[in-house]
């Protein structure tokens, strides 16, 4: 079956711009993970979603992240104002239903790079 | 807070040449302890979930073990298609499902 899918799978913008990031979790899924991992370092939680709605947002460094999941499917990771060191690989995973040790399966990630 | 160290950064083994790499982790109440393997350029691939000291999983030539402080990742006879970095990743009880990673060993396999 299909796993976890990310868009786009790489991303370049500019400083001060608006960038949409896209995950398609594995279908029947109901937990949806961001995380955030740098060069040379492991994955940084972001947000984790139950259903439609963020269970635990602890993980966004600032109001210039904003995660959604409307239909408890898709989910858009959305940044305002990109800073340089918002440069990173996004990932997001997908678990069946995000209880206790459920395994999270990770997507390809989109590489953003913002000049 | 919760955190991992993984040693060493980077590992190079000939190939059949077994060895381990560890995990360190503190945890406020310790769930779940996870393997992921991570080729260049793609997620990380879940591997193994270990839940309590003294437990074992086995994948091929891969296995994991776990203590109260620390988990290996034995790697017996590699080829150099295990090369990648192996991230290991804990979740704290009272964690919400999210997961803390440490920052991944390197390993290359020379054939």
């Known amino acids: 079956g299909a796993g976890v899918s990310q868009t786009p799978s790489n991303k370049v913008t500019e400083k001060g711009k608006y960038v949409e990031l896209r995950c398609d979790p594995i279908?029947?899924?109901?937990?949806l993970y961001w995380y955030r991992q740098s060069l040379g370092q492991g994955p940084e939680f972001l947000i984790y979603?139950?259903?439609?709605?963020?269970?635990?947002d602890s993980g966004l460094p600032n109001d210039r992240f904003f995660a959604v999941r409307p239909e408890g499917s898709v989910s858009t990771l959305k940044i305002q104002r990109t800073e340089r060191g918002d440069s990173a690989v996004y990932l997001c995973?997908?678990?069946?239903?995000?209880?206790?040790?459920?395994?999270?399966?990770f997507g390809p990630g989109t590489r953003l790079t913002v000049l | 807070e919760d955190q991992v160290t993984q040693s060493p950064e980077a590992l190079r083994l000939q190939e059949g040449e077994s060895s381990s790499l560890n995990c360190s982790y503190t945890?406020?109440?310790?769930?779940?302890l996870f393997w992921y393997r991570q080729d260049p350029g793609k997620g990380p691939e879940f591997l193994f979930t270990?839940?309590?000291a003294g437990e074992e999983k086995e994948k091929e030539r891969l296995k994991a073990t776990l203590t109260k402080k620390e988990s290996f990742l034995h790697i017996t006879a590699p080829k150099p298609e295990d090369s990648a970095t192996y991230l290991c990743?804990?979740?704290?009880?009272?964690?919400?499902?999210?997961?803390?990673f440490g920052k991944g060993i390197t390993l290359s396999v020379r054939p």
């Open positions: 990743a804990v979740q704290a009880s009272a964690a919400n499902s999210k997961l803390t």
């Open positions: 979603f139950q259903g439609t709605g963020a269970a635990d």
């Open positions: 270990l839940y309590s």
């Open positions: 995973a997908s678990s069946s239903t995000g209880v206790g040790t459920d395994t999270q399966y």
């Open positions: 945890v406020s109440g310790l769930r779940g």
């Open positions: 279908s029947g899924h109901t937990a």
